[in-house]
């Protein structure tokens, strides 16, 4: 008893694949990354900036894959490394993510001698 409706699509939501896991996923579960024109990396909130982007969730899980596994250089067809300080943008915003208010990596405390 379905209705035809022919021509007239149910709306739907946008989906993107996120690079890390490859699961498509509706737009605003994902966060963008632009390649901007002078070959910076940045997180495009937005998704409005013109440019090259790439979706990713926004889970550390996926954040980690895309960062230890370089897949953005890949997915933003990049010719060189992305910027050191973009690269810090990345992490910093994937450590965000994984939900601790402390720093991944702090080194043990040297009782000082
Ligand atoms: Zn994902």
Excluded: F, N
Excluded at 32 to 50: A, E, F, I, M, N
């Amino acid at each position: 008893m379905a209705p035809l409706a022919r021509g007239s699509r149910p709306r739907h939501v946008p989906q993107r694949t996120c690079i890390a896991c490859r699961q498509t996923d509706a737009k605003r579960q994902l966060v963008r990354v632009v390649r901007t024109p002078d070959g910076h990396v940045s997180l495009d909130p937005t998704g409005k900036r013109s440019g090259r982007g790439a979706y990713v969730h926004e889970s550390a899980a996926c954040w980690h894959t895309v960062l230890t596994r370089a897949l953005l250089p890949r997915a933003l067809k990049l010719s060189s490394a992305i910027p050191e300080d973009d690269l810090q943008t990345l992490h910093a915003y994937a450590e965000r993510l994984s939900g601790t208010s402390e720093p991944v990596a702090s080194p043990p405390r040297q009782p000082s001698s």
